[in-house]
């Protein structure tokens, strides 16, 4: 509150004020109107007088820092001005207004005046939707041939994975090899030409089958061979069913006769130009359908098949000088 009388109102005179209020106007009396035109009814004028105000006094401005002496006091009222005897007033306080210390009243906290993030979905101002306002979407339910695909699967990796490690177990173990196929020895004890074209002979190999498995037994269930001439098939012949265990071999005498064969003209040259040489090359084809027993629960069954290319003399005696064999599954 102000110290001074110009500015705080309980300072301000009670007295009368210097000017004089303005005197009570009497309207002029109304003369009645007899009808007469030329006799104009006047309005009645009331004269009013402007109200003479007294210039207010200039402001007094208050410095708001402390005087710069501390001894000096500040300066006094207008003598114009004469204080009035401070009366205090206690205003009347309704219902709901209360009273509350300075010192008790709560400081309010710092609000943050980064503006709130709103949804892209709403206009500029708009409130955010509240938790209970927002739409859920519906749990699909699980398609029952989805969960049948699903385990399939599941079941088809699992045993795809039980299946290869037990092969790389089995390996580690037994470490199987392929069988092998070979010609020991070979006798050519015939070969002449009917008319020419028509080929006849006689041929006697001792076929060798070895199974270089140290724990695994083989057993061939079906065994073929066949006899060529520059690829043309002359003579086969079927070995009957047999069993090779651990690193043992056995041997198949086997004899190839072939009678009135026709071969073309090209192929026949070939054959007298070779016996004239004393030089006489044949193949010999093998299918053998093999079966590996490791132990007598597990078995393994397979196709193999072996080439032999030969070189004998010519005949009535000709003997193998060379033999060239390869078995692959």
């Known amino acids: 509150m102000s110290q001074y009388g110009d500015t705080n109102p309980h300072f301000w005179s009670r007295s009368q004020p210097d000017f004089a209020a303005p005197q009570h106007i009497q309207p002029e009396p109304r003369q009645p109107w007899d009808g007469h035109p030329d006799q104009v009814?006047?309005?009645?004028?009331?004269?009013?007088?402007?109200?003479?105000?007294?210039?207010?006094?200039?402001?007094?401005?208050?410095?708001?820092?402390?005087?710069e002496h501390a001894h000096q006091h500040p300066p006094s009222p207008p003598r114009h001005h004469r204080p009035v005897p401070v009366t205090h007033f206690h205003p009347v306080e309704g219902p709901a207004q209360t009273h509350t210390p300075l010192q008790a009243r709560p400081k309010p906290k710092?609000?943050?005046?980064?503006p709130r993030a709103q949804?892209?979905?709403f206009g500029q101002g708009a409130p955010p939707p509240s938790r209970e306002d927002l739409m859920y979407p519906a749990p699909n339910r699980t398609k029952p041939i989805t969960w049948f695909g699903a385990v399939f699967c599941v079941i088809l990796w699992l045993v795809i994975?039980?299946?290869?490690?037990?092969?790389?177990?089995?390996?580690?173990?037994?470490?199987?090899?392929?069988p092998h196929f070979e010609i020991a020895s070979a006798s050519l004890n015939a070969a002449y030409l009917d008319l020419g074209y028509l080929l006849n002979s006689d041929l006697t190999v001792l076929a060798n089958f070895t199974n270089p498995n140290e724990k695994v037994n083989v057993d061939f269930s079906y065994v073929v061979l066949q006899l060529y001439f520059d690829k043309h098939l002359i003579a086969n012949q079927y070995i009957e069913p047999f069993s090779a265990f651990n690193t043992e071999s056995k041997l198949a005498n086997v004899?190839?006769?072939?009678?009135?064969?026709?071969?073309?003209?090209?192929?026949?040259?070939?054959?007298?130009?070779?016996?004239q040489r004393n030089r006489v090359i044949f193949e010999v084809d093998g299918i053998f359908h093999a079966r590996s027993n490791f132990g007598s629960l597990l078995r393994y069954s397979y196709w193999l098949y072996g080439h032999c290319q030969i070189e004998l003399t010519g005949p009535p005696s000709g003997v193998m000088l060379t033999s060239h064999c390869r078995t692959k599954d």
């Open 119 to 121: 949804h892209p979905s």
């Open 110 to 114: 710092p609000q943050s005046h980064q």
């Open 161 to 178: 994975i039980l299946g290869g490690l037990l092969v790389l177990i089995i390996y580690l173990v037994y470490r199987p090899r392929t």
């Open 41 to 67: 009814q006047q309005p009645d004028m009331i004269q009013l007088r402007p109200r003479q105000r007294q210039p207010a006094p200039p402001p007094v401005r208050h410095p708001r820092s402390p005087p």
């Open 255 to 275: 004899e190839f006769v072939s009678s009135q064969v026709r071969l073309p003209i090209r192929v026949i040259q070939q054959l007298i130009t070779q016996v």
